[in-house]
């Protein structure tokens, strides 16, 4: 394995070394204008790619109300996720003949219909209960699901031919859904408290509120994001080394890029290494974010709902967890920002993933033995290190590819990150061995 990671080190120097005459060529990314803006975007993109589902499991607390034998956050979660891993598996595999372009507007258009129809749902059925309403918003979050997969793998596989700043601008984004979400919950929860039918109410703005970001990120994404100079820049580089995702953002930005045929644009496909080496090569990181999610979802959101017992804080204790989980988890994704704090180390990334799974029992004599106080301590800490080590993984894996080689990359470490959402999401279920409660 230590002779692998050297051999893969002195390919990353060779194809930096081949990037860098490209660049020449083109421009330098540091002389065109639109770097921070582009961040800004990115963030935003990032938001709209889990504010849905976020949206989903920040009302669990209306829907425990509607459907209190159903187990909505397990139940969703569970649902959700095989339509989010199979998508992303196919995809993955065809990836390199995907329409990037394409692929992200078709995921962001499913997520603003989805989130919508959630609203529609509600108010056609007046907010009833039943199984029947439960097994329409099931079909709505497999939507979700199928969005997920085509908007995350597809944005990660994109931004991992752009530089690293643009990639955690996207994963900061991704945490600030669940941050948004969940301090519009508490808003609206303390507004409409006290109202006649007030929690429906506050439901219904805050999807309202979600769909419209959902909007917001179909117009940035076709209209202003592949127009950026810096993003042209990164663009016509990886188009250069062979890319053909992105030929369709290239057109929207106004630049024709030429089919290769015959000699030249063969021999840049027989330099591309395949998925299978790829991921042989980077193994370490693909199980480093599978192993991540598998913790964090066996506690987030299901164990947080139904396992914690019953506190001062009432109704509002789990909308507290979910919240610290929340804003610890996209504070936590700015530390890497400052280099010296940021693990570089493929081992050291290793024992931190590792080193979680003590959560596991912490969790649990805490939910037997141990104060609100503490719990809420444990929930930040757990998002705090979801976040930092997630940034951490997809920042470094792609570095020192070529941009054919970055996109197929970051297709499988979503594969990988997915797989560890289901995961943890069908583990979440053994923390109900031994309860009273009746299936």
Known sequence: MRSLFSNSRNYHHLTEEAAMTTADSIGSPTRLQGKLFAMVVCF??????????????TISDYYYKLFPKYHPARVLTLVYQPF??????????????????????????????????LLVLDLATSGKGGIGNYI??????????????????????????????????????????????????????AAFEKSANGLRKGVMLFLAISTFFEFLCIFLYA?????????????????????????????????????????????????????????????????????I??????????????????????????????????????????????????????????????????LIPAFYFTAKYGSQGWMIALVSFLGLTNGYLTVCVLTEAPKGYKGPEQNALGNLMVLFLLGGIFSGVALDWLWLIGSHEQF
């Open 44 to 57: 935003i993109l990032g938001l709209g790619s889990l504010v849905a589902w976020n949206s989903m499991l």
């Open 136 to 189: 329409g918003i099931c079909v709505i979050v497999a939507a979700f699901g199928v969005a997920d997969a085509h908007v995350e793998g597809g944005m990660v596989g994109d931004l991992s031919l752009m530089c690293p700043d643009f990639m955690q601008s996207f994963l900061a984004g991704l945490a600030a859904s669940g941050a948004l979400t969940s301090a519009l919950r508490l808003i609206t929860k």
């Open 84 to 117: 989010a891993l199979g998508t992303i598996a196919i995809l993955a595999h065809t990836e390199a003949k995907s329409d990037t372009r394409q692929r992200n507007m078709t995921g962001y258009i499913m997520f603003f219909i989805s989130t919508l129809a």
């Open 293 to 358: 999610y598998v913790l964090t979802l066996s506690i987030f959101p299901g164990f947080l709902y139904e396992n914690t017992g019953t506190h001062q804080l009432g109704s509002w204790y789990a909308l507290v967890l979910i919240a610290m989980y929340n804003v610890w988890d996209l504070i936590s994704r700015y530390i890497p920002v400052v280099e010296c704090l940021k693990i570089k180390s493929r081992k050291g990334l290793m024992l931190a993933v590792l080193s979680r799974f003590l």
């Open 223 to 291: 209209y202003i994001f592949p127009k950026l100079p810096i993003v042209k820049y990164y663009r016509t580089k990886a188009a250069s080394e062979g890319s053909k995702t992105v030929s369709a953002d290239l057109a929207a930005a106004g630049i024709q890029t030429e089919v290769s045929k015959g000699g030249e644009g063969d021999d840049k496909q027989q330099q591309i290494l395949s998925k299978k080496q790829l991921l042989f090569q980077n193994i370490d990181y693909a199980l480093d974010l599978y192993l």
